[in-house]
Every structure is written in C-alpha cells, then in structure tokens.
C-alpha cells in the first residue's frame, strides 16, 4: 500500500497549489483521506478531510474558503486544491488514509501515510 503525494512548491502570497495524493494497492476506495501539513517547529495538524465517496469533507477554519479537497476514485487520486495561499500556509503537507467506512475526521485513526510534500508561500 502506497500513498503518493506531490504538487508542492514555492508560491507567492496570494498564490494557489494542487495537491494530489495517488493511492496504489489498495483494492477498494473505502477510505478516508486526510491531508495535515506541519509548519516548521510546529505540530503536525490536520488541515481538510474528505470521505471515501468524496460526498462528506472537513476543513479547519483556518483555510475554510481558501482549500478544497476532492477526489477521484476512477484514478484513486485526492486534490487539495489551495488558494489564497499565506506565509503561514508553509509546512510539509502529508496525506493520510483514514480507517473510516462514512464521513472523515482529521482526528480519527490513520493507517496509512504518504511522504511529504513541501508547499513555501513567499511574503
């Protein structure tokens, strides 16, 4: 089981980013996904999740407005789509699988991590 994530880089502020996150060998899309991210010196936190069938989706209020997360299970993929982006936007942007058969939780159990993805956001 794999999960890949890519689509970070260096970004003006104001700027946008998609985050993609490709899952591979897993034989169903019954999964939640959920992307954190974790600023330099700082905890890693859970920014926005999204439910297996894509129809539920969470977002802390620090990028409610700004993100959107979708996915698309034909190519096993999930976007994070950012916009608006800020300085303190930067960290290192990880997606997870969630054990979650409906709905999605930032805070629920994680069985899967991909490697990170490092998104800066210039002032």
């Known amino acids: 089981f794999q999960l890949q994530a890519s689509g970070g880089g260096l970004v003006q502020s104001g700027g946008s980013l998609r985050l993609s996150c490709v899952a591979s060998?897993?034989?169903?899309?019954?999964?939640?996904i959920v992307w954190f991210r974790q600023a330099p010196g700082r905890y890693r936190e859970g920014v926005s999740c999204?439910?297996?069938?894509?129809?539920?989706?969470y977002y802390i209020d620090d990028v409610k407005g700004r993100f959107t997360i979708s996915r698309d299970n034909a190519k096993n993929t999930v976007h994070l789509q950012m916009e608006s982006l800020k300085p303190e936007d930067t960290g290192v942007y990880f997606c997870?699988?969630?054990?979650?058969?409906?709905?999605?939780?930032?805070?629920?159990?994680?069985?899967?991590w991909g490697q990170g993805t490092l998104v800066t956001v210039s002032s």
């Open positions: 997870a699988l969630e054990n979650m058969v409906a709905g999605c939780s930032i805070n629920g159990r994680i069985d899967s």
């Open positions: 999204i439910s297996s069938s894509g129809g539920s989706t």
């Open positions: 060998g897993f034989q169903d899309n019954d999964y939640a």
